[in-house]
C-alpha cells in the first residue's frame, strides 16, 4: 500500500468523523427541536398524518430528549385521540347502535385530532427547557 493510498484512506475516515460531527451538530440545535415540536403539534392538521409522522421522525433524530421522552412523544398523541374518538362514539351511543366509530361528531373528532398533539408539544418544549 503507498502513502497517497493511506492518505486516502485516512481523508475518507476524517470525512466521515466530519460528517458525523455535523449531523450531531444540527441534532442538537434547538430550531431543529422546535422543527420537530410544530411538527407534532401542527403537521398532522397541515398535511393529514405525513406532518405528525416527519414531527416523530425529528423527535427522533433530535438529541434534545431522553429515549423515554421520545417514546411518550410518539404514543402519547395517537393514544388518546384514539381514546378520545371511543369515548365519544361511546358517550353518543354509536357503538351500542351498531354505527362505525367515526360515527363521533366532527367536532370531537377534530378535537381527538389537534388538542392531544398539542399537548405533547407542549410538553417535550417543557423537557427542553433546561437543556
Do not use: Y
Request: glycine share 10%; no cysteine; net charge positive.
Amino acid at each position: 500500500m503507498s502513502v497517497d493510498e493511506t492518505a486516502e484512506r485516512g481523508s475518507g475516515s476524517e470525512d466521515a468523523a466530519s460528517r458525523g460531527r455535523a449531523h450531531s451538530s444540527v441534532t442538537r440545535f434547538r430550531g431543529f427541536a422546535l422543527a420537530a415540536v410544530v411538527l407534532i403539534a401542527v403537521g398532522g392538521v397541515l398535511v393529514p398524518v405525513v406532518g405528525w409522522v416527519v414531527g416523530v421522525f425529528l423527535v427522533w433524530l433530535s438529541q434534545s430528549w431522553r429515549v423515554w421522552e421520545k417514546l411518550v412523544a410518539t404514543l402519547a398523541g395517537p393514544s388518546a385521540s384514539v381514546a378520545i374518538i371511543i369515548l365519544a362514539a361511546v358517550a353518543s351511543h354509536g357503538v351500542i347502535h351498531g354505527q362505525a366509530l367515526l360515527g363521533a361528531p366532527v367536532l370531537v373528532t377534530v378535537f381527538a385530532l389537534i388538542v392531544p398533539n398539542a399537548v405533547v408539544a407542549l410538553w417535550l418544549l417543557w423537557r427542553i427547557r433546561g437543556h
